[in-house]
Each structure stands twice: as structure tokens, then as C-alpha cells.
């Protein structure tokens, strides 16, 4: 789907992606593939090579997760994700006026920073799939999760550490500031399952913390490393954060409404959880009829003890009285207004105008994708 | 007892420490005792600071691991441990003429990261007590355990990094690469444990990752943020990791004949865990009938499926095997080894003479230690 097509929401699972303002011209959708496929290109070998340090089993654990070989240890071409970070590390880079090469050990450290949140949150949640296939502890067991996953976490900090440069030095430090909201993040989502009633407010929190302080991160790392001050990494930054806000709201309408076909989840994912993510959320802050019944529902559901056998049916009505409570159009809604912030913060930053297209492009297309 | 007394093993539980050489007249256990109690005099308040950080319920769980709250909250004075890296890391900017306060920082963040290797090991390795009391996974559940982990590894990085200086930056970057070669141990410690056979190289590998990497780094970053160049960080770090491989031993000797009063942990705890640790290993490699018998039992107890319920005796019948194969002897001897390379690495570093003489009192006091 282009940014200039196609209505809202229609109700049709896959069809859930909000539609983003008027397409700006000056990047399409081939030029935003075209820098996905740049960051994956160059951060790629310097992730294997980093990777090739840990000791075995770690190397193989980890090259699983990363799509490089199947369960029995043979090369795979795996769905490595999107991408989305290392892309943007290195336009950070570039809005900083250093060649995209400088921001390569930053993508590589903040792909392994998001890919060790992964390997422990799996384990947490109790996640069986990822990416189209079984999760690390689950081929694995747990304790690789661990293990694999702190190494990468060490790993991430090595590879910057060991430039050497002052620059390198606050690098390492507003990813560790990021991490550290990631891990708050993953707390706070860990809590709210166990709660009834999480506020609007409390779920755009975690969410920022969780996914918008390492996309903030990714936006600002290579700057850093370029020799920016603090004040264009803090504004970069937060064009980062709002893009992480946007980022989830539509990682949560995927999550119930998404294709199982193209997201690699289970249909309704999120609602099997029972994750307080924004549609349920602002669903029950709306009040009235649908509002109220969805409660009911969802309090049931919470001391149910054959909640694991739902129907997909049952799992139809919870998500019918999401949207008909308005949680859907509010979070399609948060998207566009998070993405508009972030490109508005893009103002404050002076930098080739090229690159401030192409970080609008990238912002376009994380509201509109379909996984 | 005091260094220069007692004979070495005398196979009765609880008097299993290997003897050292004449004491070091300049320091007596006392003064040891000191040097402890300022580490964690000034290391403590700035540890809970950090750990004040923390999103709740985070903050509570690392409040618990470290013994200030107990399981329901209240207020405790647990066992925080014996706090050699502390007292070392404060020595260490001593040793480089800086004020022990210059090594305060760097005692806290590798506190932390001992911390957060013990709590994702315990879970790892299924232990269910640790300093006299259940350990996190077993009071807060696996996940806290894993997300408390991570968050004081953070912490460690995030506490050095924001002094800002080059100094420390270097001492981040030691630490990370102390705290990759402890997850590389970790790893390897759980892959033996599936292994019929484990050489005593491969096992002191294990151990100079595991316990001499930390330790090494303990001993060098007090001195690198007070602006030790890198060969005298190098060579604290040599004495370091020989004090590690000899306090690894005496742990492995105390892992089996320990007195679990002392230890805090079950009667052959290390036994009960199928750990191939030095004792074991060195006596699987002596040859001769002891030996070969000791294999012959290891071999069936790892095949075997009420190994859980095995009796008192049973442990005492592979204890008195792995002696009388000499693993006991060899474990201690090499202890003293590692000892006495410890106290001549110091050699290659000038220092204040009274800093060098407590430095070799702490090496005394790790290899005399009941506990």
C-alpha cells in the first residue's frame, strides 16, 4: 500500500495500517526499500563478524536467532526483521554531515541491543514464535536464551567501546541510557498483565520506553559518532521517539488485526496474551456500551482457567468490541499524530536536505507497513 | 585461622582450606578485615543509589538479592557477601596513587556485574539458594530474575559512563570485555556439565573466564580511572586473575567439603549439581583405581534417574573417592599455586609499599577463607 492510497481501517484483518497525510514526493516507497537494504547491507558483515566472537554454543544460539541457520544448524536465509534501526543509524550519520559508514557500529550495536531484548522477552512472555519460527528458548532452552542474550547485550557495548574516541565513549552512553529504558519498559509491560485497569498515559509510557528509547538511540548513534553535540543528538532523539510511538501503535493494531501471513504471529497474538496494548487500553478508557462489555469480558478472561482453549471466535467478539469502542480509530490515530511530531522535530535539526527526505520517507513507511 | 597456622586438609568438612606460605608480617587478618569493611563502607551507599534507579518492582527485587529487604519487604541486614571486589577495586586506585574514593565507581559496577551474573545463573543452573536464603527466580519467578539481571548490568555500564571522562571510558571498556569473558565462562561451565569428560585445562579455562575475569578487572579499574596507564592495568589485572583462579579453587574445594554453616549452601552442593569442577576433574584425570572407580560412578550418575534422591552417604562415597584420588590435594596445591603467581605479578608494578602489603594480605585471606 502507498502512502497516498487506500482509506483507514477498513475492518478486514491486514487492512488495519492507518493512512499517513498527502505522500512526500521526494522519496517513494523503492527509495525507502533502497535504504532498508543499505543499512542491512553494511551492518550485516560486522553483525556476523561480532557474532563469530562468542564462544560455542553462544555463536550458533545466536545465529539461529538471527535467521542465518535453521534449528539443525544449516545456512538459512531467515527473515532477519525490517531493519528499521540500522537504516536509520546510518541517515544519522548523514544528518550529521559524516559518510553512512560512520554509523555502522552503531546499527550493529543497537541491533544487538533490540536482538538481546528479544531473546529475554520471548523467554519472559513465553513467546514460541518469532520472525516465522520457534523462538530461541524454545529450540534452545532457557538458558542459551540468557546467556546468548546478555552476550549480545556485552557484545553491543564492545563493539563501540573498542573505537577507542571520545565520541564512541557518549555513544556507549545514550545506548545504555536507552537499554536501560528498554529493561524499564519490559517491567512495566511484565506488571500490567498482572493489573486490570492500565491508563492511556501508562501505556504510552511503557511504549516509549520499550520501543521508543532504542529507535531514539539508532537516531542519534551515529550523529554521535559523527562528532554532533548534544543538542542535535537530543533532537534527533526525540524525532526517534515519537517514530517508536507511531512504530508500536501500529505494532499493536498488527497485533490484533494483523495478517498471521505476513506478521508471522498467531491471529488475535496479542489478545491471547492478554497484552494491554493501546487498542485495549483507550477501548476501555472510552466508556459507554462496547466499552463496558468489553471490561466484563476481559475480567472473566483474566481468571478464566480455559482461556488457552478460546475459539478464534470468542477471540472475533473481544476484538469487534475493541473498534466498536473506538480502540482501533484512536490508535490509527495516535500513529498519525506521533508520526507528525516527528517529522516536526526534524525542523530543529540542520541537515542535508536529502536526508531529512529520506528520514521523512522512513517515517511514512513505518506508519504504513503491514508487518 | 590464620594463615600461619593449621595443617592443609585434614578431611573433615569444614577444614578443607589449603595452607599458606608464612604469613606476611605487615598485615594480619585484622587489617583485612578492615580493608573489607571499607569497601563495603563506601561502596554500599553508592550501590543503593544505583539501585534506587530502578523502575519498580525492579528496584525491590535487587533490594532483596542484595539482602536489604527480606522476601515480604522488610527491612533486613542480609549477607551482601564477602566484598573482596570492592575492597580490591579500592585498593586499585590506591596502587596507581590515586584516593580509594577515585575507585568507588568502578567497586560498584563490578558489584553490579556480579550481582547480575549470580542472578541469571541461579536461574540457569537451577539453584534455589544462594547466601543463606532463596534466590530471586525462587522468591520473585524466573522473568524478575532475568529483567533484574539485565538491569544491573546496565547500571554497571551506565555508572561509569556518566563520569564522562576518557578514564572512564577505558574502565568501561575492561569491564565489558571482563563481563564477556564471564558469560563465556558461564557458557562453558553449563556445556561441561553435559559432557562425560572434561580436561583440567579445559576446566581452568572455564574458571579463569567465570571467576578470574571479574576479579582481574576489580583489581585494575580503580587504577585506570585514576589514570593508570595500560601496562600497570595489565599487570593488577595478571595479579587479578591468578587471586581469581586460586579463590575458584578453594570455592571448588569448599563446593564440596565447605561446612554448610559457613557456606550457606547444602552438604556437597557442588556434588548434588554434577559440577565438573577442579576437584572432581583433577581426580578423573590421576589415574589409578580410586580414580577409575570415581569414573565408573560419574559415568551411571549421569545416566541415572533418582540421582535427586540420593542419600548423604552416597555424596560422601564419591567425596571420599575424588580424595583418595588425590583431586582434593591437587585442588589445594594448586590454590597455593595460583597464590604465590598472584603475589609476584605484583611485582611488576610500582606502588606504595603499604598497598602491596595488603594486596598480598587479601590474596592470603581469599585462599585461607571458609566461606
Given at each position: 500500500m502507498?502512502?497516498?492510497?487506500?482509506?483507514?481501517?477498513?475492518?478486514?484483518r491486514?487492512?488495519?495500517?492507518?493512512?499517513?497525510?498527502?505522500?512526500?514526493p521526494a522519496?517513494?516507497?523503492?527509495d525507502?526499500?533502497?535504504?532498508?537494504?543499505?543499512?542491512?547491507?553494511?551492518?550485516?558483515?560486522?553483525?556476523?563478524?561480532?557474532?563469530?566472537?562468542?564462544?560455542?554454543?553462544?555463536?550458533?544460539?545466536?545465529?539461529?536467532?538471527?535467521?542465518?541457520?535453521d534449528?539443525?544448524?544449516?545456512?538459512?536465509?531467515?527473515?532477519?526483521?525490517?531493519?528499521?534501526?540500522?537504516?536509520?543509524?546510518?541517515?544519522?550519520?548523514?544528518?550529521?554531515?559524516?559518510?553512512?559508514?560512520?554509523?555502522?557500529?552503531?546499527?550493529?550495536?543497537?541491533?544487538?541491543?533490540?536482538?538481546?531484548?528479544?531473546?529475554?522477552?520471548?523467554?519472559?512472555?513465553?513467546?514460541?514464535?518469532?520472525?516465522?519460527?520457534?523462538?530461541?528458548?524454545?529450540?534452545?532452552?532457557?538458558?542459551?536464551?540468557?546467556?546468548?542474550?546478555?552476550?549480545?547485550?556485552?557484545?553491543?557495548?564492545?563493539?563501540l567501546?573498542?573505537?577507542?574516541?571520545?565520541?564512541?565513549?557518549?555513544?556507549?552512553?545514550?545506548?545504555?541510557?536507552?537499554?536501560?529504558?528498554?529493561?524499564?519498559?519490559?517491567?512495566?509491560?511484565i506488571?500490567?498483565?498482572?493489573?486490570?485497569?492500565?491508563?492511556?498515559e501508562e501505556?504510552?509510557?511503557?511504549?516509549?520506553?520499550?520501543?521508543?528509547?532504542?529507535?531514539?538511540?539508532?537516531?542519534?548513534?551515529?550523529?554521535?559518532?559523527?562528532?554532533?553535540d548534544?543538542?542535535?543528538?537530543d533532537?534527533?532523539?526525540?524525532?526517534?521517539?515519537?517514530?517508536?510511538?507511531?512504530?508500536?501503535?501500529?505494532?499493536?493494531?498488527l497485533?490484533?488485526?494483523?495478517?498471521p501471513?505476513?506478521?508471522?504471529?498467531?491471529?488475535?497474538?496479542?489478545?491471547?496474551?492478554?497484552?494491554?496494548?493501546?487498542p485495549?487500553?483507550?477501548?476501555?478508557?472510552?466508556?459507554?456500551?462496547?466499552?463496558?462489555?468489553?471490561?466484563?469480558?476481559?475480567?472473566?478472561?483474566?481468571?478464566?482457567?480455559?482461556?488457552?482453549?478460546?475459539?478464534?471466535?470468542?477471540?472475533?467478539?473481544?476484538?469487534?468490541?475493541?473498534?466498536?469502542?473506538?480502540?482501533?480509530?484512536?490508535?490509527s490515530?495516535e500513529?498519525?499524530?506521533?508520526?507528525?511530531?516527528?517529522?516536526?522535530?526534524?525542523?530543529?535539526?540542520?541537515?542535508?536536505?536529502?536526508?531529512?527526505?529520506?528520514?521523512?520517507?522512513?517515517?511514512?513507511?513505518?506508519?504504513?507497513?503491514?508487518?
Amino acid at each position: 500500500m502507498s502512502p497516498s492510497t487506500a482509506p483507514t481501517s477498513t475492518g478486514t484483518r491486514g487492512e488495519t495500517v492507518p493512512t499517513v497525510p498527502p505522500a512526500h514526493p521526494a522519496v517513494d516507497t523503492a527509495d525507502v526499500y533502497a535504504l532498508l537494504e543499505r543499512g542491512r547491507a553494511l551492518s550485516t558483515p560486522v553483525l556476523r563478524a561480532a557474532v563469530d566472537r562468542l564462544a560455542p554454543p553462544m555463536d550458533t544460539v545466536a545465529a539461529y536467532h538471527f535467521g542465518w541457520i535453521d534449528a539443525d544448524g544449516r545456512p538459512a536465509d531467515g527473515d532477519g526483521g525490517k531493519a528499521v534501526r540500522p537504516a536509520l543509524a546510518l541517515l544519522s550519520a548523514e544528518a550529521a554531515g559524516a559518510p553512512p559508514e560512520t554509523g555502522i557500529p552503531g546499527a550493529v550495536a543497537v541491533e544487538l541491543v533490540h536482538n538481546f531484548s528479544l531473546l529475554h522477552d520471548d523467554l519472559m512472555d513465553g513467546d514460541e514464535q518469532r520472525r516465522h519460527r520457534d523462538t530461541v528458548w524454545k529450540v534452545h532452552g532457557p538458558a542459551q536464551a540468557i546467556l546468548v542474550g546478555d552476550a549480545l547485550f556485552a557484545l553491543a557495548n564492545e563493539l563501540l567501546l573498542e573505537i577507542g574516541t571520545v565520541e564512541a565513549g557518549r555513544a556507549t552512553r545514550r545506548l545504555t541510557t536507552a537499554t536501560r529504558k528498554l529493561i524499564d519498559g519490559q517491567a512495566q509491560d511484565i506488571s500490567y498483565e498482572h493489573r486490570e485497569r492500565v491508563t492511556v498515559e501508562e501505556c504510552l509510557e511503557m511504549e516509549g520506553n520499550k520501543t521508543g528509547a532504542l529507535l531514539a538511540c539508532a537516531v542519534s548513534i551515529g550523529a554521535v559518532l559523527g562528532g554532533a553535540d548534544d543538542r542535535t543528538a537530543d533532537t534527533l532523539e526525540a524525532y526517534g521517539h515519537h517514530l517508536g510511538l507511531a512504530f508500536q501503535a501500529v505494532d499493536d493494531l498488527l497485533g490484533i488485526w494483523g495478517d498471521p501471513e505476513a506478521t508471522g504471529k498467531q491471529t488475535w497474538s496479542d489478545l491471547r496474551q492478554r497484552k494491554k496494548s493501546l487498542p485495549v487500553v483507550a477501548a476501555l478508557a472510552a466508556g459507554g456500551p462496547a466499552s463496558r462489555r468489553l471490561g466484563e469480558l476481559l475480567a472473566a478472561d483474566a481468571k478464566s482457567n480455559d482461556f488457552e482453549t478460546f475459539s478464534e471466535e470468542e477471540f472475533a467478539t473481544r476484538a469487534a468490541l475493541i473498534e466498536e469502542a473506538g480502540g482501533r480509530e484512536w490508535t490509527s490515530q495516535e500513529a498519525r499524530r506521533q508520526h507528525a511530531v516527528a517529522i516536526e522535530a526534524l525542523d530543529g535539526v540542520d541537515m542535508p536536505e536529502k536526508v531529512r527526505a529520506q528520514l521523512v520517507a522512513l517515517a511514512d513507511f513505518v506508519v504504513v507497513r503491514k508487518r
